[in-house]
């Protein structure tokens, strides 16, 4: 169980169908909150600590989450960021039987250059990749293809602590990427120490979007 993602009630499969049961929150992910690029700097600074946080205990605790974009991403006033849609190989079977409701859900332009090629192949540095688009969008609203992201990176105007690491996390070649959250995280606490995650409603959960406690030195959302 991870506190940073949304709560999963149940999963499994019925007549054919894949499902799972999560806590609704409507109108809270970051798609819903504001249009891409509209977001103020200090926000997209807060939602890329929460969010930088929420994927270094994800990828420690369950792996890599494969489905990145701004619908599931939900931001956490003062405790951080949650996740959703995080099954994605349940989506995958789904989408190879022959599903078209769910093109939309896991074949979207947030997903890695490698994913575009093969929708399984996907790990934490695809992860890292999804972030710097969602964080793209938000500034620029740009959702770009892959062979524009690296100049619709470098041209876009990023909030000053964010852009030398938003600009890595978008690199075509995932090894030139970091390599996980927690490497992520760290990088921005380097140079963003400090910075509080965006607000939207409180959860019962805890504290989503916190580093494991072994790393929440690091940075103080």
Known sequence: RSDSVVTLYDQGCEAERCFMVMRYLAGRSVQDQR?????????????????????CEVHETVGPHGNLKPSNVFPVEGKGVLLSDFLL????????????LLISRVLHPWRAPEQCEDPRDY??????????????????????????????????EWPDPLAEVARRCLKVDRDERYADGLELFEALAAVAGGAAAPGAPETEQGAPGQAPSAHRPVLSL
């Open 123 to 156: 790990d934490t540095r695809s992860d890292i990749f999804s972030f710097g688009m969602v964080l793209l969008w938000c500034v620029s609203g740009a959702v770009p293809s892959v062979r524009e992201v690296e100049a619709a990176a470098e041209a876009a």
């Open 35 to 55: 249009p891409g690029g509209t977001w103020p700097h200090d926000l997209v600074v807060g939602l890329a600590t929460g969010l930088a946080a929420s994927l």
């Open 89 to 100: 190989p349940l989506w995958l079977d789904e989408l190879e039987a022959g599903s078209q």
